[in-house]
């Protein structure tokens, strides 16, 4: 009898697939090929966010992505550390220039969530949604994040250097140190689990496509968007921000993408930063 085992189930770890500028250009839509300036693949780097920082601050140069296969001294939000490790994940970064003014460009950082989310939808994810300001969640547990780091220039320029790094697999060896709850495609999608190099090319292709859009409308083009992925909405929520602390009920973002919280007493109030805690959690 001929017994055909699931590969995933006897491996347990997926396949390596290297990155490949080969594959990524195959599959990336000239549309969007028009709009990068240069693709630097690494194999490993201190953090791709901090490779675009030092190669384009000067120059202000647009359009450049930067991946690696690992990185040393991975960033994440609020100065913590993302856990790296070479092989299978998505660590990407990409310049972008501006001419607006700075406060204008506080809906960026969840328009990049909904780029990702777009990229996310696109594969067989049930209950993927956005925790303000652009953590992507799936079935509760972060699978990916988004980090942005802004540079200013002369007038109104400034060079955006946007961060995601995106769960394919994370071994057991370096889950350890993670100090949230995450998840990643290949525990959600097993053998499903999408090509690296394809991915990175949905991520571009969004990515350009919804800074273009976000040039035209501001967030307010994608506010109706987020709210049907909103991961916080009527969930008691606590905010923090330097030494302060705001507690309330989430009652969503405004048109700006400023997440409103209603307190105690009734009264709503938009905030542009911090980090939210959740009661349940
Ligand atoms: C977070 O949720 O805390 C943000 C994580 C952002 C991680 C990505 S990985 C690619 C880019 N380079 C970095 O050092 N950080 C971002």
């Known amino acids: 009898m001929c017994f055909e085992a699931n590969k995933y189930s006897v491996l347990q770890t997926p396949p390596i697939e290297l990155l490949s500028e080969d594959r990524i250009l195959s599959n990336l839509e000239s549309i969007s090929t028009q709009s990068i300036s240069q693709l630097i693949i690494l194999g490993k780097t201190e953090s791709t966010n901090s490779y675009l ?3 384009c601050a000067q120059s202000m140069q647009s359009g450049i992505i930067c991946i690696a296969e690992s990185q040393t001294m991975g960033r994440g939000r609020r ?9 299978h994940n998505i660590y990407f970064s990409m310049s972008w220039q501006f001419e607006r003014q700075v406060q204008d460009l506080s809906g960026l950082s969840l328009v990049i969530g909904l780029a990702v989310m777009r990229v996310l939808r696109s594969y067989p994810l049930n209950d993927l949604s956005l925790k303000w300001p652009n953590d992507v969640y ?4 972060k699978l990916a994040g988004i980090l942005i780091d802004i540079v200013s220039g002369n007038d109104n320029q400034y060079l955006v250097v946007i961060g995601i790094g995106l769960n394919r697999w994370i071994d057991p060896a370096s889950s350890d140190s993670i100090d949230q ?13 999408p090509s690296r190099n394809e991915m990175i090319a ?21 506010h109706s968007e987020w709210n049907q992925f909103d991961y916080l909405i009527g969930q008691q929520v606590a905010l923090t921000f330097g030494n302060q602390l705001v507690d309330g ?4 973002v405004n048109s700006e993408g400023l997440l409103v919280i ?11 930063i911090g980090e939210v805690l959740l009661a349940k959690q």
């Open 262 to 272: 209603e307190n105690d007493q009734g009264h709503k109030q938009a905030y542009s």
């Open 249 to 252: 009920i989430a009652r969503g």
């Open 181 to 193: 709850r995450w998840t990643d495609l290949f525990s959600l999608l097993g053998e499903d689990m």
């Open 53 to 55: 920082l030092k190669l």
């Open 79 to 87: 100065g913590k550390n993302w856990v790296s490790p070479s092989g």
């Open 138 to 141: 799936c079935q509760n547990q």
């Open 202 to 222: 949905k991520i571009i292709h969004h990515l350009t496509k919804a800074i273009a859009e976000f040039n035209d409308t501001g967030f307010a083009g994608f």
